[in-house]
């Protein structure tokens, strides 16, 4: 499995592009989220706003909670 550094995660997410993301969440479970767009990113909070394509739904997650991009590990 390859792995990319969180800038580059970053630029990948800020592209405008669909994407895969894993997400860890609060009660330590595995979010998959397939077919994503990143809409909006708070630096200074560390939330990201991101539109899943297939349902319309948006949702808001941590960005330290994001490990893995289109298949590539995140490491910090």
């Known amino acids: 499995m390859n792995s990319v550094h969180i800038s580059?995660?970053?630029h990948i997410l800020n592209s405008g592009d669909p994407v895969d993301i894993?997400?860890?969440k609060s009660d330590g479970s595995i979010l998959e989220l397939r077919n994503v767009?990143?809409?909006r990113?708070?630096?200074y909070g560390g939330w990201r706003n991101v539109?899943?394509?297939s349902s319309g739904?948006?949702?808001k997650i941590?960005?330290?909670c994001i490990f893995r991009v289109n298949d590539c590990e995140v490491f910090l």
């Open 37 to 39: 767009i990143s809409l």
């Open 8 to 10: 580059t995660a970053r």
């Open 51 to 53: 539109k899943i394509l």
């Open 62 to 64: 941590r960005e330290v």
């Open 57 to 59: 739904e948006f949702r």
């Open 41 to 43: 990113y708070d630096f």
């Open 22 to 24: 894993s997400v860890w």
